[in-house]
């Protein structure tokens, strides 16, 4: 056979074999190992259709969609040729999803806090969310969430939650500090769309009632004559776009996420000027190697320019941006915040999992009445490394308890002791 004989074969059995296989369809899709998951939902989601060709960057894009769900711990994905198609199936190990959350620390007045939560993360076998908290951190403060993501279609979804929030916050005037107890109470609606895998819309809006109240017999307050109590009814109309690109696998992560948050304010006027937050957090996750994780994240938050007051929305606080800093240390109206860790995963058995952490936090705030080159000032400017330690349970949705020990290297601010549940970030 000469060598256009060969091409030629070549290129016909190839075209004969292309054929054959782009005629075959997925003529099954199941689903295993979901007790308590509806396989009804997981059909909704799923971009992987009965009678569709087989396409196995669908297959891939589901299996990365289905671990991204609350209920869900892994999933992967086996495939059938059957005489006249193939068999997908999709094999899930569920997250116990019905979760009692504890939270302890140190209020902003030095006593003891907690924050008790429970919650149903796959309601009804659907990803619905429900549950609520109660709050004790100097005062007392509960909430109550409802979420369906997917309420309308595969992509429209709507939560609604109501808030009675009161904590005890620092206020710092020209001369002194002067510590309030701050409320902010009413409900809020929010829409959620998802576009496609990768990008994620919310639209919130919600009408509350915001209340500075000095806390009368507070030791740092004695000698306060000259006070302001402002107390506005506000609302604020709330746009997000959320871009996800993160590949999930237990406690390890690789890829980016970045999210974007736009509030407008309606009704500040006097001491309560804020009218806009525009939040970008930027976070990149690498793995390294089988047991090592890196993550960082990048937080920049602006508020508007506010004349002659002190009692602005953005804060460094410990919980929020900057680990070991304490509660509520500073406030302004522009903040950049970097966080970066290293996390190694030191036991693994079975269930259980022990990980390591080192990590550097740094923080820099814009005061009140300042330029943004206040960020980077001395007195701003906040540097901590630490090192941490993680139990995480693989089989309970957000099952991890972190506890974090940092060093202030900028010498504004004290060491500390910093205790949560779940990744920092």
Do not use: C
């Not at 309560?272 to 993550?295: C, D, H, S």
């Amino acid at each position: 056979m000469d060598m256009k004989a060969r091409v030629f074969l070549v290129v016909l059995l190839t075209s004969v074999v292309s054929s054959f296989a782009q005629g075959l369809k997925i003529n099954e899709l199941s689903f295993s190992g979901n007790k308590k998951t509806k396989a009804s939902f997981l059909y909704r989601i799923a971009k992987v259709k009965v009678n569709s060709e087989l396409d196995s960057l669908k297959i891939q894009t589901d299996i990365e969609r289905i671990k991204r769900l609350d209920g869900i711990a892994h999933a992967t994905y086996t495939v059938e040729q059957l005489n006249d198609g193939y068999k997908v199936n999709y094999d899930l190990k569920e997250n116990f999803s019905i979760i009692p959350g504890l939270r302890i620390g140190e209020a902003n007045n030095g006593d003891f806090s907690f924050r008790a939560s429970l919650f149903e993360f796959n309601g009804l076998g659907r990803n619905i969310i429900f549950g609520g908290f109660y709050k004790r951190e100097v005062f007392n403060s509960f909430g109550i969430f409802l979420e369906h993501p997917y309420l309308f279609t595969n992509k429209l979804g709507l939560g609604f939650n109501y808030q009675d929030d009161s904590t005890q916050q620092p206020i710092y005037f020209p001369d002194q500090q002067v510590n309030y107890i701050f409320t902010r109470k009413g409900p809020e609606v929010t829409l959620f769309y998802e576009h496609n895998f990768n990008n994620r819309f919310e639209l919130g809006a919600k009408i509350f009632n915001e209340s500075y109240k000095v806390i009368q017999g507070d030791p740092e307050n004695e000698g306060v004559t000259d006070f302001v109590e402002p107390e506005l009814d506000k609302a604020f109309i709330r746009g997000s776009y959320e871009y996800v690109d993160i590949d999930i696998n237990y406690q390890n992560l690789s890829g980016v996420r970045n999210f974007t948050d736009v509030s407008y304010f309606i009704g500040g006027e006097g001491f309560l000027q804020t009218e806009y937050i525009i939040n970008n957090t930027t976070q990149f996750y690498k793995r390294v190697g089988t047991q090592g994780n890196l993550a960082t994240q990048l937080q920049l938050k602006f508020s508007n320019p506010v004349d002659d007051t002190p009692f602005v929305p953005l804060t460094i606080d410990n919980q929020l941006n900057t680990r070991g800093v304490g509660n509520t240390v500073d406030r302004g109206t522009s903040l950049i915040a970097l966080n970066a860790e290293y996390r190694h995963t030191l036991l693994e058995k079975g269930w259980f999992v022990i990980q390591g952490n080192t990590f550097f936090d740094v923080s820099g705030v814009q005061r009140p009445n300042k330029d943004y080159g206040d960020i980077f000032e001395k007195e701003t400017l906040r540097a901590y490394p630490g090192i941490g330690v993680r139990f995480i349970h693989k089989r309970i949705f957000n099952a991890v308890v972190r506890f974090d020990y940092s060093v202030n290297i900028t010498g504004n601010g004290d060491n500390g002791l910093v205790f949560g549940i779940g990744q920092y970030f």
